[in-house]
């Protein structure tokens, strides 16, 4: 073979081979599933804004998850976002849920374009129509015996059923029926085939609930596969929304919203005149229970020289100051206990009562002549005068 057709077949062999692996990077590339790609979707103009419309699915020959999803339009480039669902190697599919960001008007056709991508950048795109239509967006096709508005006390003990509700399935997908609860850390939701066209599913506590943390819980329930209309609605997820509202329990002591860490009191301060003032409240805000306050005496000396107004938490004084000065160093704190208690709480109910301790430091104010102490003084002078 002349050097001229070697050089000729080793471009043909090149070109064969580009040719090979191009057609195997488009063998490869990730794939929208038919049923799921969305296409042509019918959507209920009052489909409220933040709601999932569409669970779309694909999957990669090569396995190279995960598949980003991602969304285009050119005029409505806010009408959608992607919440792409976790996926690994050991998935067959991945999932995104498409949720409406706009409200839409009724007839109007939203043209937008859906794209997957997978890790080794291989993509696919379908272009998809939204046309608004006049179909109800009520859940009430979808779902049975649904309460939106759930009151629950938060002492409910974990695993406990809150409430029941069916979902209905679509007969015209050919998919099971499934209802998943997203972004609820404290509930979970199990479902349970009751015939071909409906699931029971029972909503339950998870984990502890917390008025004094957190009053409502948004409970947002998707349904992939539910019952719509599809004349009007091809949706094949529904999503609603339930608000939990937590009852406040007593669980919650009191506490301390002011009390003064140190005052200054003066020994000439009268009886009955206020030293100072303390005020608590009850931790539990649902239904707080009113305070009233005392202070601990527990074989504290300083003790008896004030009483508390249980009702307003003021600090009066009960009689004279002046033997404090002999009492205490000059000018030395010392230390009160006051007790907030809730008032109406049981016997041996816990958490109804709280402390803090609060310094006080009297002010000698009264210009006595100085008094010697002991007359041991006296005597050790004359004798030292004697005696010089
Ligand atoms: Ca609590
Ligand atoms: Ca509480
Ligand atoms: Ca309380």
Redesign the pocket.
Known sequence: MSTVGWHLCLVCELLVLIIAVSENVRANLPTFDEDSRMRILLLPFATRAGSTIYRVRASDPDFDHPLEFSFTSLKHPKLLSLEILPCGKQHSVCEANVILNEAVELDKIYELSLSVRDTSGGITTVFCTIQATNASSSATDSFQHLNQYLTVP?NLPRDSVVDYFIARKNPNNIRGIRVELRQSWNFRIADKLAGSDRTNCSIILEQPLD??TQTVHILRILAVNAYVDNRLDTRNVVEVVIYVFVM?????PPFFVRAPPITAVSDKLEIGKVVLRVKAED??K?NPRDIHYVIMVDNNPFAPFFFMEPQTGELKVRKKLVPLNQMVRSKAPFLLTIMAEELGSLINEANTTTTVDIALMVEDETNDPPEFNSDRYAVFYVWFLTNL
């Open positions: 938060e008025f004094e406040d329990v007593q669980d919650t931790g539990d649902g």
